[in-house]
């Protein structure tokens, strides 16, 4: 069994900023691919970031440019740098997980953003 456990989500002003955090335990052998999705109310999920296990990244085009995830594989730990944070941005995070022994999300974590 895989855990997910995201932190960091908050209130913050429009132009501000947060960094979430993913920390996975368990029975883990090797991680393929970490990412981060999130929810507005009313939407469906959508990918905001993607890192691989060697350390390539891809964006949404909403947030190229404003987000930065990286991982630290030493602590199974993925992270989102969100800066210039927008209205739009408001969402539920929610980390996701690509293990040989599938795929595993966390419980998510609210970001709002206020103007």
């Known amino acids: 069994q895989v855990q997910l456990v995201e932190s960091g989500g908050g209130l913050v002003q429009a132009g501000g900023s947060l960094r979430l955090s993913c920390a996975a335990s368990?029975?883990?052998?090797?991680?393929?691919?970490m990412c981060w999705y999130r929810q507005a109310p009313g939407k469906q999920r959508g990918l905001v970031a993607t890192?691989?296990?060697?350390?390539?990244?891809n964006y949404g085009d909403s947030v190229k440019g404003r987000f930065t995830i990286s991982r630290d594989n030493a602590k199974n730990t993925v992270y989102l740098q969100m800066n210039s944070l927008k209205l739009e941005d408001t969402a539920v995070y929610f980390c996701?997980?690509?293990?040989?022994?599938?795929?595993?999300w966390g419980q998510g974590t609210q970001v709002t953003v206020s103007s």
């Open positions: 996701y997980a690509h293990l040989a022994s599938g795929v595993y």
């Open positions: 368990g029975s883990i052998f090797s991680i393929n691919v």
């Open positions: 890192i691989t296990s060697g350390g390539s990244t």
